[in-house]
């Protein structure tokens, strides 16, 4: 099956073949003819499987035809992170070159007074976050009644994010006769209401069980103890063929040190969390696309926001509080057809998260022991710094200043109050903030789509 069978239009056809593609992936061979035919749809994919083109061809066929309203966007898409909504941007731009649609993003950090222009022009595609789409909406500068095509993508990751009584209270000010498509990794039962309360008849398309892993993704648990961590970590990445990995943390301050430890043992490493700002965040993910740094250190705020091509590793340095974010974190790699590898490390705290990640996922994940294929053993020994990939410099011998004891002790403070503590900022990033910690009237420094018209105004080692 090539796109032409899909029954876009040859200005689609001409820019998808621009962009490189030729052929469809499953979720895009299902679900677009189905949104072409104008029926609502649920999607559900797993990360990295070309969900964003399945609605964004057809959109733009759709979309084709009509005229924007000042302040009346024809369609919208809701994303619960600026970062997806900056990747959707572009897939407007890339797909869409060939048309002639106004878009415009409505997401925190960008001046209300140059969205409310772009949105006073009138607009043929909105991407928004919930959070800034009801602020503006409850000013009176946006009108919803003649949106016709609502996109909610990422739908548990709203849920995680605290966004479903928004997504439930937009849905409200929308027209009844609209057309509704949803997308989602996971259908927990909340994501199933929601469907059942505003979808009408659904088409429902499936390419891969729910939180299942992407059978391109080979991956190991690794035993560990919690003051060893950065020693294990070291090793695998000394002894395993690692061309560039991204290694997950729980927490923004384990980001933090882990990163500054890789540096002083000769890593070339960067990091992102909430408490970098944007312009930095993008300027350091443009250093691990070019190769400029091999590794790079985040937090949950990346497990869903990155698409860069060819991740050879993805390491769980902490094992994730909730089992959805495992399966996102672990969907860096393994990405359109290549193969990839996963370690999480497990300690003896961890080990209700690995049953519940285990019994989302429907199959029981190896401990790395010594003989396997791809395992390493626990006493091996670091290859020489000059072998290293992507070492900065030698390694010159372990951390110095805080002991390893008061390492533990706090550690131990943080692990008691992990639970509640991540919950309450999750939840309050969902509501108050944007998922990298910037206020909603913060400065946004990242790049600019060309089509819009919005201005951007410590453990050992």
């Known amino acids: 099956m090539t796109f032409a069978d899909l029954g876009l239009s040859d200005e689609l056809l001409r820019a998808v073949s621009e962009a490189g593609y030729e052929t469809p992936t499953p979720i895009q061979a299902q679900a677009i003819p189905p949104v072409l035919m104008m029926k609502d749809l649920i999607g559900i994919a797993q990360t990295g499987t070309g969900k964003t083109a399945s609605f964004v061809l057809p959109m733009i066929d759709i979309l084709a035809h009509g005229r924007s309203r000042a302040r009346m966007p024809r369609s919208l898409i809701l994303e619960p992170t600026r970062e997806l909504a ?124 729910p939180a299942t892993a992407s059978a391109n993704i080979t991956q190991w648990l690794v035993k560990v103890d919690a003051r060893k961590k950065r020693e294990k970590l070291r090793q695998l990445l000394d002894g395993e063929n690692v061309t560039n990995a991204i290694v997950f943390c729980n927490r923004k301050t384990t980001v933090r040190e882990l990163n500054k430890s890789l540096k002083r043992h000769g890593f070339a490493s960067a990091e992102i969390h909430g408490d970098i700002d944007q312009n930095t965040r993008l300027a350091e993910l443009e250093r691990f696309k070019t190769g400029d740094v ?11 926001g990155i698409d860069i091509k060819g991740v050879s590793h993805v390491f769980n340095f902490d094992a994730p509080w909730h089992p959805d974010d495992y399966v996102h974190r672990i969907g860096r790699t393994g990405r359109a057809g290549a193969t990839g590898v996963a370690y999480t490390f497990v300690t003896k705290e961890d080990a209700e998260a690995i049953d519940n990640i285990q ?23 670091p290859r020489p710094a000059k072998e290293r990939r992507g070492k900065a410099k030698p390694d010159r011998g372990g951390d110095r200043g805080r002991g390893a004891s008061t390492d533990g002790r706090r550690r131990e403070s943080e692990d008691k109050a992990r639970g509640a503590s991540y919950r309450e900022e999750e939840r309050a990033r969902g509501r108050h903030q944007q998922v990298d910690g910037t206020e909603e009237d913060g400065a946004w420094n990242g790049p600019v789509p060309d089509f819009l018209n919005v201005g951007f105004a410590p453990q050992e080692g």
């Open 359 to 381: 019994k989302l996922i429907g199959t029981s994940i190896d401990y790395a022991v010594a003989g396997d294929e791809g395992a390493v053993e626990e006493e091996a020994a």
């Open 294 to 304: 091999h590794i790079l250190v985040a937090s949950d705020v990346a497990a869903r």
């Open 86 to 209: 900056a990747q959707v941007a572009e897939n407007f731009e890339k797909y869409g070159k060939y048309h002639k649609l106004s878009m415009a993003l409505l997401i925190g950090g960008v001046s209300m007074g140059d969205q409310i222009k772009a949105l006073e022009k009138g607009v043929d595609v909105l991407i928004a976050t919930p959070g800034r789409l009801m602020d503006l909406f409850e000013r009176g500068n946006i009108l919803l009644t003649g949106c016709g095509l609502l996109v909610i993508d990422e739908a548990d990751r709203m849920l995680d994010m605290g966004f479903i009584p928004d997504i439930e209270n937009i849905c409200t000010k929308l027209p009844t006769n609209r057309q509704t498509l949803l997308f989602s990794a996971t259908m927990p039962p909340p994501i199933k209401k929601l469907s059942d309360k505003f979808l009408s008849n659904p088409k429902y398309v499936e390419v891969a069980r």
